[in-house]
């Protein structure tokens, strides 16, 4: 059976072009690239032409670039990082409430060893609002960690104005880009942020490789220590053939985001408006025009999305409940709850993300098959038959 794979926002597949680069680095320029012969050289230059094409992606400098494991080692990176190093100056850090769980989870440590968060509220699209921030400072806050675009509903953050709040304070900021960079045009100079997280695997180039921008001047603890690469703030030696796929796939996001974003638009709105026409009390989730091109999420009262995953996975789309973190735990997505949906709703939802190999075709599948289950699941569910489905089925 065909896949018909909708779930983009989890992860990307690796572009062909990634992969014949990384391969090539795999097999032939395996030298460490801290030596000193002449391959070893060949090897460094590749990693420093990676970081160039990354911090080209988000208008920064190659020096304000250091890879990493990831987008969570990033988003840890930049949070332990200042945390700890500004501790003196106060232990007050300000986040959202809809944070992916590598910010969320992070906090709850920091909150473990000491350190004061606060959790800002979302209207019902997923926007923070700048006010609310203005009101949360206080003179011992140290960091301001807001997501850029959400991974679940797709929603856009305002981070140049919460950015701007944040430094007329004297706070540092920091946002969690990876569902954004390679997705939409970010610029680190025009947004004024100060740390920025990414991650090559949600824009088609290998999973376990990431990036955490860090502004000239900004100073925070590393998180590994060892080694001097990354400029003392990430020992270990360089994942080199990850790195230079996270090179090439930045190369490629650059050249080709834009047609990307205009061919996929119109298939998530295609389906958008046939699930709309086709499936009654449907709640579509997140900003109606603040969100990311690719995604649509969902809520289909009186059912749950686990039982929509598994029918659609039968008939081989693969797409997800939330985020993939929690899809293993009965509590409802933390995103859908801070939005103000009730459980037994956000219990419902289902998220389609889309990426530069769907089709038409893809939708087509979707369109013929989810109704249906839809109904099916309804007809059985103590909900659905409350609210008049499946009835007519006797
Ligand atoms: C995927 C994701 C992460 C984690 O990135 P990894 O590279 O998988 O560690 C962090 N934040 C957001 C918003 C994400 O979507």
Same mark, same amino acid.
């Given at each position: 059976?065909? $896949?018909?794979?909708?779930d983009y926002?989890?992860t990307?597949?690796v572009?062909?072009?990634?992969v014949?680069?990384?391969?090539?680095?795999?097999?032939?320029?395996?030298h +460490?690239?801290?030596?000193?012969?002449?391959r070893?050289?060949?090897?460094?230059?590749?990693?420093?032409?990676?970081?160039?094409?990354?911090?080209?992606l988000i +208008?920064?400098n190659?020096?304000?670039?250091?890879?990493t494991? #990831?987008?969570? $080692?990033a988003d840890?990176?930049?949070l332990? #990082?200042?945390?700890?190093?500004?501790? *003196? *100056?106060? %232990?007050?850090?300000?986040?959202s409430?809809? $944070?992916? @769980?590598a910010?969320?989870?992070t906090?709850?440590?920091l909150?473990k060893m000491g350190?004061? &968060?606060?959790?800002?509220?979302?209207?019902?699209?997923? &926007?923070?609002?700048?006010?609310?921030? *203005?009101?949360?400072?206080?003179? $011992?806050?140290?960091?301001?960690?807001?997501?850029?675009? +959400?991974?679940?509903i797709?929603?856009?953050?305002?981070?140049? !104005?919460?950015?701007?709040?944040?430094?007329? @304070?004297?706070v540092?900021f920091?946002t969690?880009?990876?569902?954004?960079?390679?997705k939409?045009?970010?610029?680190v100079?025009?947004?004024d942020?100060?740390?920025?997280?990414?991650?090559? @695997?949600k824009?088609y180039?290998?999973?376990g490789?990431?990036a955490?921008?860090?502004?000239?001047?900004?100073r925070?603890?590393p998180?590994?220590?060892?080694?001097?690469?990354?400029?003392?703030?990430?020992a270990?030696?360089?994942?080199? /053939?990850?790195?230079v796929g996270?090179?090439?796939?930045?190369?490629?996001?650059?050249?080709?985001?834009k047609? !990307?974003?205009?061919?996929?638009k119109?298939?998530?709105?295609?389906? !958008?408006k046939?699930?709309k !026409?086709?499936?009654?009390?449907?709640?579509v +989730?997140?900003?109606?025009? *603040?969100?990311?091109?690719?995604t649509?999420?969902?809520?289909v009262?009186?059912?749950?999305?686990e039982?929509m995953?598994?029918?659609l996975?039968?008939? #081989?789309?693969? /797409?997800?409940?939330?985020?993939?973190c929690t899809?293993?735990?009965?509590?409802?997505? @933390?995103?859908?709850l801070?939005?103000?949906?009730?459980?037994?709703?956000?219990? #419902?939802?289902?998220?389609?993300?889309?990426?530069?190999?769907?089709?038409?075709?893809?939708?087509n %599948?979707?369109?013929?098959?989810?109704?249906?289950?839809?109904?099916k699941?309804?007809?059985?569910?103590?909900?659905?038959?409350?609210h008049?489905?499946g009835?007519?089925q006797?």
């Amino acid at each position: 059976m065909r $896949e018909v794979y909708l779930d983009y926002n989890a992860t990307t597949p690796v572009d062909p072009r990634v992969v014949d680069v990384m391969l090539t680095f795999l097999k032939y320029y395996y030298h +460490n690239p801290s030596s000193l012969y002449s391959r070893s050289k060949e090897v460094r230059k590749a990693v420093e032409s990676s970081r160039e094409k990354i911090a080209k992606l988000i +208008n920064a400098n190659p020096d304000e670039i250091i890879f990493t494991s #990831g987008g969570s $080692e990033a988003d840890n990176q930049a949070l332990k #990082g200042v945390a700890f190093y500004l501790q *003196k *100056k106060g %232990k007050h850090i300000i986040t959202s409430s809809i $944070e992916h @769980h590598a910010v969320l989870h992070t906090c709850k440590f920091l909150e473990k060893m000491g350190f004061e &968060i606060t959790y800002l509220p979302v209207d019902r699209y997923g &926007i923070v609002d700048p006010e609310d921030l *203005k009101k949360a400072i206080k003179p $011992e806050t140290t960091l301001i960690s807001i997501m850029m675009a +959400n991974n679940e509903i797709g929603t856009i953050e305002p981070i140049k !104005e919460l950015a701007e709040v944040a430094h007329d @304070h004297g706070v540092l900021f920091h946002t969690d880009a990876v569902q954004a960079v390679g997705k939409i045009p970010v610029d680190v100079k025009e947004l004024d942020v100060d740390l920025l997280s990414l991650s090559a @695997h949600k824009f088609y180039g290998p999973k376990g490789v990431g990036a955490l921008y860090i502004k000239k001047g900004v100073r925070l603890h590393p998180l590994i220590h060892g080694g001097s690469q990354e400029k003392k703030l990430r020992a270990g030696t360089e994942n080199v /053939a990850g790195i230079v796929g996270a090179g090439k796939a930045a190369e490629i996001a650059m050249a080709e985001m834009k047609d !990307e974003a205009e061919k996929i638009k119109p298939l998530r709105d295609w389906l !958008e408006k046939e699930i709309k !026409e086709k499936i009654p009390e449907v709640i579509v +989730n997140g900003h109606p025009e *603040k969100r990311l091109f690719n995604t649509l999420n969902i809520c289909v009262r009186y059912i749950e999305g686990e039982g929509m995953l598994a029918l659609l996975d039968m008939h #081989g789309i693969s /797409a997800s409940s939330g985020s993939a973190c929690t899809s293993s735990s009965l509590e409802p997505s @933390h995103v859908l709850l801070a939005i103000g949906l009730p459980h037994e709703i956000a219990h #419902g939802s289902l998220r389609f993300s889309f990426g530069k190999y769907n089709t038409a075709e893809d939708v087509n %599948k979707v369109v013929e098959v989810l109704p249906e289950i839809v109904e099916k699941l309804r007809a059985v569910s103590p909900y659905g038959r409350e609210h008049g489905f499946g009835d007519y089925q006797k």
